[in-house]
Each structure stands twice: as C-alpha cells, then as structure tokens.
C-alpha cells in the first residue's frame, strides 16, 4: 500500500501525519502501523495520525501507537494535527476546534508554530509512598529523582511495565527532577517502549505532582530532552485537575511516499504470530 506522508514532531515526539480526508487509509492496519513507524524499515515515527473530515468541528483525528493501538488522544500528536490541518487549509484561522476519541479539543496557533492545546480533565489519581499513578486512559506513574541525568529510562520502563500491577493495563513512566528554571522530566512511553523526548502526558502529570497543596490556578515550566512544555490548569484538590493547557513547539520535518512491500508485512505478521509485536 502507498501512502503520502507529512512528518512533525511535537518538542521532538514525532508523527507521521496522514490526510485520510478521502477516507483511503480507511483500512490501515497494524502491521502498517509498525513498518510506517520503524526507524529500519519504514519512515520512523512515535506514532501515526489520521486527520478525517468532520462536519460538526473544523476535523477529527484518529492517533496510533507503533504497536498498531488506537489511543484516545495524544497532546504533542493534536499540536501536530493543527499545525498539519493550518498547513492543508483545513483550517485558515488561527484558532479551532476539533474531535478526537476522548471529546472535543481547542487549541490555538501562536508565533513560531507554538500550539496551545486544552487538554481533558484529570480526576483520578492514586498516591503512594514515592509515586503517584494517573489514570489519563492509560495509567502513567511519576517518581522523583535528584539525579535525572543517572536514570535509566528503559530499564525501570519495561521492569514497571512488566510488574504485576501493570502487565495487564500497560502503563507509562516519567522521572522527574527540580531544575533551575523548569521543572525538568524524562518519560518512557507504553506504545513507544522506548524513552521519547518528549510527553505531554509526563510534563501534565509531573506539573500535577508538584503543585502546591491550595485548590488554584497553577502554571509551570517544563523542560524535556526535545523541548519546552508549558503546563497550567486549574487545581480543585489532590483528585481533580481542570482546564489543563498545554502549550509547546510544533514543526515538519519533511513530506513523502512509502509503498510499503507485501514481504515486509509478511515478514512482521509472521513475528506478530510467533513473539508479538511490542504491546
């Protein structure tokens, strides 16, 4: 199958943006998925998003994992879809509107391809001894560490990932540590399997973490390996974040076509079938 592909990065996260206005990628499947987000055989990317026509909102997206998962919504892949959707003419203005499968989302275009983004409502967290748990769909754990640079993002990724507390649900992890100027994360990502450079989801709930026990508006810098984040939302207590805002660079990196090979597809269906593809 062939397939048109535009290429952003969200403050480094990266995604292969694809206008399925027609509806022609309608049928994509996981092992499109994989191969169109493999760094060896395909264009390389954290993920992949459809942007499809909506008559009620200005478009809609539809966000994948490299693992072929269909997620709710992602922040730095919904900052790229405006900038990609600005860049088809979907939208001429600055500011819009537009759905995804957790809801509506607003977001708005500002100098130099920034994007700031509504996110939705964070209402449910468990705390624990040095951790605290988000449930933002796929539950995400933040931990701090005085020594962020010393973290192994990987190996305690896969170990929490493979605990009996998250083999089943999946679950993403950010280390945090107070910088001088910002509040400086590291996230490895479910999906992805891999540290990325950055998250919206680890900078939302790292900002979260540290805020102030006072039911207020809070803002905070965040400083990730691929770029800056500014988080700010409502807080009413420890449970409930409202009117979150999400603002960070967007950029394309470039535009091109991949047809990808019946044997290549073949070839991960049949490692699908006797390991599985990263879940």
Request: glycine share 8%; net charge negative.
């Amino acid at each position: 199958m062939k397939f048109n592909f535009h290429k952003y990065h969200g403050a480094g996260k990266d995604f292969l943006l694809l206008d399925n206005r027609e509806k022609q990628y309608e049928n994509i499947d996981k092992y499109d998925l994989f191969l169109l987000c493999d760094r060896h055989f395909g264009v390389g990317a954290d993920g992949v998003v459809l942007l499809n026509s909506n008559p009620e909102v200005d478009f809609s997206i539809q966000v994948y994992l490299p693992n072929g998962k269909e997620v709710a919504m992602s922040g730095a892949g919904g900052r790229c879809a405006v900038l990609f959707a600005h860049t088809l003419g979907v939208i001429k203005q600055q500011e819009t509107t537009f759905l995804a499968h957790d809801g509506i989302h607003h977001a708005k275009l500002l100098e130099d391809n920034q994007v700031s983004l509504s996110m939705k409502d964070v209402t449910k967290v468990d705390f624990g001894y040095d951790t605290a748990v988000f449930d933002l769909g796929i539950p995400h754990c933040v931990k701090f560490t005085e020594y962020l640079g010393d973290a192994d993002m990987i190996k305690e990724g896969r170990k929490l990932r493979a605990s009996d507390d998250f083999k089943e649900t999946g679950v993403s992890l950010s280390y945090l540590e107070y910088g001088t100027q910002a509040l400086e994360v590291r996230t490895y990502e479910m999906g992805v399997e891999d540290e990325v450079l950055s998250s919206t989801a680890g900078a939302m709930v790292s900002a979260m973490v540290v805020s102030g026990n006072q039911s207020q508006h809070y803002s905070v810098p965040v400083k990730m390996k691929g770029g800056d984040i500014e988080v700010s939302f409502d807080k009413e207590n420890q449970q409930t974040y409202r009117n979150i805002l999400i603002t960070g660079p967007t950029e394309k990196v470039f535009e091109g076509e991949i047809t990808l090979k019946e044997k290549w597809r073949h070839r991960v269906s049949l490692y699908d079938k006797i390991v599985g593809l990263k879940t």
